[in-house]
């Protein structure tokens, strides 16, 4: 596309005159007979220069000048005053502070007006390349910033996926190990307490085999969402695999505490669950049967097998002694 310059002049004369001399410019020439007309068209077009004429009747070219500077989208818009009063100092004066770049004397001196024009044009176009490459170096940015964001998205799934079960998005047994080591440091360093427990859900296999898969996944997302809202914020819970559920319960100081909390889980899971698999709506009832292992005292940094394993024969002495109980672990 071609630049555009615009010529002001209120005499037709001056005005083909101007168009025969820029005829080879490399411009499209748009004319305008009054100052208003010059305003009109600069709201219409983007020009690489404007070819003004100070002396019009209505506004002058000072006036024009004025206006253009005061609009933000066309202050950086090169005008050239075309004057018969090019010598007289004021004049120019006043130009340059109504936002003229320079002058051309009148009668017109083809080779100066095809030289400065030439001059205005070229930085036009360094300018409008400038602009491209600005504008295409802030797309790439774009561009960049979006890719990093949706890496970063898909690192992040990925490693929640990692971690977490697909089904109920609870911690999956290396997350829970991850924690439970934790818990244990931070125990041992601060002299602090904390509870593990195990959870077995009785009854779930019936409810799979009656109702199928689709309720029995129903049914760990209903149990794994009891169990984070029974929980306190600190706690972690975590699907080991089945219908099996690991605990870290943090700041319990008294092994009391934690069978408590876990009664209070086992009357909460016990209660009935409105189910939809694949057909309607059922209602199922499980319990669950828990084993709690306090962290001792006298306990070693590497406590986390004696735990899981205190925790795993409390929850079977639990299943052994009627279901649907807590029970703490000795040894």
């Not at 007309?37 to 506004?59: G, Y």
């Not at 929640?160 to 080591?181: C, E, K, V, W, Y």
């Not at 975590?238 to 700041?251: N, Q, Y």
Request: with cysteine.
């Amino acid at each position: 596309m071609l630049p555009k310059i615009l010529v002001v002049d209120d005499t037709v004369a001056n005005l083909v005159a101007m168009r025969r001399l820029l005829t080879h410019s490399g411009a499209e020439i748009i004319e305008a007979r009054s100052g208003n007309e010059a305003l009109a068209l600069c709201l219409d077009h983007q020009f690489a220069l404007i070819l003004l004429d100070v002396n019009m009747p209505d506004m002058d070219g000072f006036e024009v000048a004025a206006l253009l500077g005061e609009a933000e989208q066309l202050r950086e818009t090169p005008i050239i005053f075309v004057t018969a009063a090019y010598a007289d100092d004021l004049n120019r004066l006043k130009g340059y502070r109504s936002g003229a770049v320079d002058y051309i004397a009148k009668p017109i001196n083809d080779v100066i007006l095809q030289s400065k024009v030439r001059v205005f044009l070229e930085l036009y176009a360094v300018r409008a390349k400038l602009l491209q490459t600005l504008t295409e170096l802030a797309e790439r940015n774009q561009q960049l910033t979006r890719e990093v964001a949706e890496r970063e998205l898909a690192e992040a799934t990925v490693r929640h996926q990692a971690s977490h079960d697909i089904l109920t998005g609870l911690p999956n047994r290396m997350l829970f190990r991850d924690r439970l080591q934790v818990a244990i440091q931070r125990a041992h360093r601060h002299h602090g307490r904390f509870a593990l427990a195990f959870i077995d859900i009785d009854g779930f296999k019936g409810v799979n085999d009656e109702h199928g898969h689709p309720v029995g996944d129903a049914l760990l997302q209903e149990i794994s969402a009891r169990l984070s809202a029974h929980l306190r914020g600190n706690d972690t819970v975590a699907r080991l695999g089945g219908d099996e559920f690991a605990l870290v319960l943090e700041d319990i100081d008294d092994p009391q505490q934690a069978l408590q909390l876990s009664q209070k889980l086992c009357t909460a899971l016990g209660e009935p669950y409105t189910l939809r698999g694949d057909g309607a709506p059922v209602e199922v009832r499980v319990s669950a049967s828990i084993g709690i292992a306090p962290y001792l005292p006298d306990d070693r940094p590497d406590a986390d097998e004696r735990l899981i394993q205190a925790a795993d024969r409390g929850m079977y002495a639990a299943k052994r002694s009627g279901k649907n109980r807590c029970m703490l672990a000795t040894g």
